[in-house]
T-cell receptor, first 113, second 110 residues
Framework: EAGVAQSPRYKIIEKRQSVAFWCNPISGHATLYWYQQILGQGPKLLIQFQNNGVVDDSQLPKDRFSAERLKGVDSTLKIQPAKLEDSAVYLC???????????FGPGTRLTVT | KQEVTQIPAALSVPEGENLVLNCSFTDSAIYNLQWFRQDPGKGLTSLLLIQSSQREQTSGRLNASLDKSSGRSTLYIAASQPGDSATYLCAVRNDYKLSFGAGTTVTVRA
């Protein structure tokens, strides 16, 4: 089966610019997650979708981050405006079951200068 | 708030030695626990899932144990190989929230 697809793989922007990441989960996976992983730390959940509804976005900095999952399939995560501390790897994950994560994408490495 | 700790942060062993990776968590009211592997520049790969009612789970050379009362899980990797070099993360689920540790980076020397 095809894995979780993410693009772009790398992105370098200046602070105060905007950026968008795209994720295509595994077909049939209703649950989709966006995680932020800062170097040397474990992933931190930004937002969890069940189909196209939001289950948890309590750690999403809503003044600058937004995410959507159109038609319960693909998802985009946007940052506007970016700050230096947003430099991290942004991981998308999907799962058929709601009580576990089965597949992660390769991530997008964001560098904010 | 669940806190997940993995010590040591890094580990280097010669090929063939057994690996013991530790994970501790503060809130024992967990639903399940997952162990993941992360290779440089790649996403995470799920290795094992242990439900809260289980004491251990095995897959090939991997064995994970869970002691909820003491807030600990251990991942054992038998007869390590250079291909086992990676970062290993544990993640603990309470209700629907999954909390990750920072991981243990393992280097297996040939």
């Amino acid at each position: 089966e095809a894995g979780v697809a993410q693009s772009p793989r790398y992105k370098i922007i200046e602070k105060r610019q905007s950026v968008a990441f795209w994720c295509n989960p595994i077909s049939g996976h209703a649950t989709l997650y966006w995680y932020q992983q800062i170097l040397g730390q474990g992933p931190k959940l930004l937002i969890q979708f069940q189909n196209n509804g939001v289950v948890d976005d309590s750690q999403l900095p809503k003044d600058r981050f937004s995410a959507e999952r159109l038609k319960g399939v693909d998802s985009t995560l946007k940052i506007q405006p970016a700050k230096l501390e947003d430099s991290a790897v942004y991981l998308c994950a999907s799962s058929f079951h709601t009580d576990r994560i089965s597949h992660f994408g390769p991530g997008t490495r964001l560098t904010v200068t | 708030k669940q806190e997940v700790t993995q010590i040591p942060a890094a580990l280097s062993v010669p090929e063939g030695e057994n690996l013991v990776l530790n994970c501790s968590f503060t809130d024992s009211a967990i639903y399940n626990l997952q162990w993941f592997r992360q290779d440089p520049g790649k996403g995470l790969t799920s290795l094992l899932l242990i439900q809260s009612s289980q004491r251990e789970q095995t897959s090939g050379r991997l064995n994970a144990s869970l002691d909820k009362s003491s807030g600990r899980s251990t991942l054992y990797i038998a007869a390590s190989q250079p291909g086992d070099s990676a970062t290993y993360l544990c993640a603990v689920r309470n209700d629907y929230k999954l909390s990750f540790g920072a991981g243990t980076t393992v280097t297996v020397r040939a």
